[in-house]
């Protein structure tokens, strides 16, 4: 009797540890996650800033072309 009461809490105690262990990776995981997420976010952000300012200086360069050419063909 009192080795099935021992076997018993063995089993209660691992199946406690198991629970604590499934909690900390799944805390583990949900940190991961929320970092990825934030990290997705502002690389998104950061990514259509530098789309912006090209998109900027494609126009400008395009602009200067088109006044370097212009300029060429009147001094011709």
Do not use: P
């Not at 259509?48 to 126009?59: I, N």
């Not at 050419?69 to 011709?76: E, F, K, M, T, Y």
Request: aromatic content about 8%.
């Amino acid at each position: 009797m009192i080795k099935d009461a021992n076997h018993a809490q063995r089993q209660i105690q691992e199946d406690w540890n198991n629970r604590e262990y499934v909690e900390v990776i799944t805390t583990q995981i949900k940190k991961i996650s929320d970092f990825l997420n934030s990290f997705d976010s502002s690389c998104r952000g950061r990514f259509a800033q530098m789309d912006e300012k090209l998109t900027t200086l494609e126009r400008r360069i395009d602009f200067l072309e088109a006044r370097i050419s212009r300029s060429l063909a009147n001094g011709q």
